[in-house]
């Protein structure tokens, strides 16, 4: 579905933008969600420019974050990846123990507009944060970004022989839907692999 114009992107549940308003989020920032008893802390590359105007990690109406958490059970809501998370939807994922961040918080179109110095810069911006805020697990979303930023280039994806500090740490499929690669499904498995590990409880999946 079209807003109604050249110049106007995809958007559902009732809220979207136009090209021209989305460019004026170009290197913006987002903040990061995290409260106490910090379990699962997943890592983004950086923001898109659909995040930094809604303010919430992994927004995007292709964006396929959010149905893969709840497909995995690790939450039990829809968080809607179009207009972004209310109050009570931050409320419910830290509670639940979950957190996100990104390595590096410049909104790009792209994460490929970001240089490798950038990325690498990030490894050290997440360092400081798991040392701040203690999670059980750190995800990050995407091989090729933790390759870069942990001067990894032979790195698979999955469980990592190194953590970060004390937190064990695990390269997850990005849910982006530019990653052809994956479905709602296979990332739902590699979200829920890292959420068992970091001793989230999860829940049964939607039926529909």
């Known amino acids: 579905m079209l807003l109604g114009g050249a110049d106007q992107i995809p958007y559902g549940l009732g809220m979207g933008f136009t090209r021209a308003e989305l460019r004026e989020y170009q290197d913006g ?43 995995a059970g690790i939450i039990d809501r829809e968080i809607s990846r179009s207009r972004g998370m209310t109050d009570q939807d931050r409320a419910y994922l830290v509670a639940r123990g979950i957190g996100n961040t990104n390595l590096v918080n410049r909104a790009t179109v792209r994460a490929d507009e970001l240089d490798a110095d950038e990325l690498r810069a990030g490894r050290v911006r997440l360092e400081a944060f798991v040392a701040e805020h203690r999670p059980v697990v750190v995800a990050i979303a995407g091989i090729t970004a933790y390759r870069t930023a942990f001067g990894r280039p032979k790195a698979s994806a999955g469980e990592q022989t190194d953590g970060i500090l004390t937190a064990g740490l695990w390269v997850v499929p990005n849910p982006s839907g530019l990653n052809a690669h994956e479905n709602i499904a296979s990332l739902a498995d590699a979200y829920a692999d890292a959420a068992r590990a970091a001793g989230l409880e999860l829940g049964e999946p939607p039926t529909r």
């Open 29 to 71: 920032s987002v903040p990061d969600l995290v409260g106490p008893g910090l379990k699962l802390l997943f890592v983004g590359i950086n923001p898109g420019l659909w995040t930094a105007a809604t303010q919430t990690h992994f927004a995007h109406p292709g964006n396929r974050f959010y149905p893969a958490l709840r497909r």
